[in-house]
């Protein structure tokens, strides 16, 4: 039975015959002793057809198209052209060797030719690779390798580009600066309440909150100077006149030290870099509630963005995410604690990352594991929609957040939950009728444009019309002023020969 191999090279196609199966026997061992030698390996593969690319972006796309395991057309007519043609009925009397095992069995799909893709056939494609430019002999040396490079950077770069899947980076990135950034906030606030307190150490307790406490600080500045003016400006950022006329009666009978300008210049310009940093971290919250809308919005409906960030940036990405069954979802951020119960057979823990929702502490105690194990299932549905659906709905999310409701309310009241089935059933049907309406719509605004054009059109044609008789009308009355004019002209030469 004869044998072809099919290598892709950067350069183009090569289709090889091989020669001596008999004697070899698809012996791997004798393969790899021949393929260092090419006097020997000469023997047993030769070359047939080469088919190079047209350009580096029609390269780009062909290999593209054989790691999906996809034959391309051009690849189809290389095939059908330069091997023998399949009889229908009858079985072939070769086969072709291929690297890649889908991509074999998409052209078996295709043309019918039997593909086999083994360590026998890897061995001798491995040497093709290594005698490429013995094989191809207009090739000038150091082509190859810069048709290499060049396919790797842009193979990687398309990779890199179009790869959808790696949008969620920037929520991995925003999760873990607001991670930080609440660390940061926090320990910095602290230092300004700790370094003011030396000038005004009674406006702690009256202002408990860190952002609070550095806006009224960077009010404030002296207390010594504080008075009835500052009531007003004080009421509205602490939204209490009582609040505001206490502090400016205890910065009257202040214990506190006081401070030089240049140290209270100093903590003035602190309290506006951590005023500045909060605002930043509001912002930042935005932005990554709009990109969970966008990447997850069924997960972010479901169990809330930060959540879900945490969710997907422990993972590594949403794809990932989507692969988790449920049971490890539950328990995602206490590793530690599993591997400890594990070694010392404790009792493992019952939640991880997710017992931040809301859900988990609205449940009692004895059913915490319960809903933890119920909104992880609910989870890992929510975040394989989101990753595999075509179009960005939040209608899923909504739902199943509706069913874990009614499964704390089973576990509380006793009330019989609905069946998943039928909630994905509604939320389908609900779905279809959404798109039903839109094209019903857009069908009746298209009507409406074609009536308004057509309303157009046969108002135009009248104007043209009223044109070509005003027009009309005008040629004929100069018409009959000129008839007017020729017969008095000739009335008058008939005068004048009378005369």
């Known amino acids: 039975m004869a044998m072809f191999l099919l290598s892709e090279s950067s350069s183009g196609y090569l289709l090889l015959e091989v020669h001596g199966l008999d004697e070899i026997g698809q012996n791997t061992e004798a393969v790899r002793s021949s393929v260092s030698d090419l006097s020997r390996f000469g023997r047993v593969v030769q070359l047939i057809a080469f088919h190079p690319y047209q350009s580096a972006l029609d390269a780009l796309n062909q290999i593209n198209a054989v790691s999906e395991g996809y034959m391309s057309d051009e690849l189809r007519s290389f095939l059908e052209l330069n091997l023998p043609k399949v009889k229908e009925g009858k079985k072939p009397k070769f086969s072709l060797g291929v690297s890649e095992p889908k991509i074999g069995s998409c052209i078996f799909e295709a043309t019918k030719i039997p593909c086999q893709s083994n360590e026998f056939v890897h061995e001798l494609l491995r040497g093709v690779r290594q005698h490429f430019d013995r094989f191809i002999k207009d090739l000038k040396p150091g082509d190859l390798e810069k048709a290499q490079l060049g396919l790797a950077h842009s193979y990687s770069r398309a990779k890199v580009k179009f790869n959808v899947n790696r949008v969620d980076n920037m929520v991995i990135q925003a999760i873990f600066l607001l991670d930080t950034l609440d660390k940061d906030i926090n ?53 209490d006149e009582d ?93 530690k604690a599993l591997f400890r119960a594990l070694k010392t057979r404790g009792n493992t823990p019952k939640y991880g990352l997710i017992f931040h929702s809301s859900f988990i502490s609205r449940a009692s105690a004895k059913n915490k594991g319960r809903i933890a194990r119920f909104l992880a299932n609910k989870c890992s549905i929510a975040s394989r929609i989101d990753c595999f659906s075509d179009s960005s709905t939040t209608a899923f999310g909504e739902k199943l957040r509706e069913q874990v409701e009614e499964r704390l309310d089973f576990y509380d009241k006793g009330v019989a939950p609905r069946k998943n089935v039928d909630v994905m059933k509604e939320v389908m049907e609900n779905l279809e009728k959404k798109d039903e309406g839109e094209k019903t719509v857009e069908a009746s605004e298209k009507k409406k444009k074609r009536k308004t054009e057509e309303k157009e059109e046969e108002k135009e044609e009248e104007k043209s019309k009223k044109k070509k008789k005003k027009s009309k009308v005008v040629e004929g009355e100069e018409l009959t002023t000129e008839n007017g004019h020729s017969k008095k002209k000739k009335k008058k030469t008939k005068s004048q020969d009378d005369e």
């Open 187 to 239: 320990s910095f606030a602290m230092r300004v309440r700790e370094w003011y307190s030396w000038h005004f150490p009674e406006l702690v307790k009256i202002v408990n909150d860190n952002y609070l406490y550095a806006r009224v600080s960077k009010i404030i500045v002296d207390k010594s100077k504080l008075s009835e003016e500052h009531v007003p400006m004080l009421t509205e950022i602490l939204g």
């Open 243 to 335: 609040k505001a006329r206490e502090v400016v009666e205890a910065g009257k009978a202040s214990m506190g030290q006081d401070l030089s300008p240049v140290d209270l210049i100093n903590v003035q310009s602190f309290a506006q870099r951590v005023m500045d940093l909060a605002d930043y971290r509001k912002k930042l919250y935005d932005y990554l509630v709009t990109k969970m809308s966008d990447i997850a919005p069924n997960l972010a409906s479901l169990i809330g963005e930060m959540v879900g960030a945490r969710l997907i940036s422990h993972a590594g990405s949403l794809t990932n995410l989507a692969k988790c069954p449920s049971s490890t979802l539950q328990i995602l951020g206490a590793e």
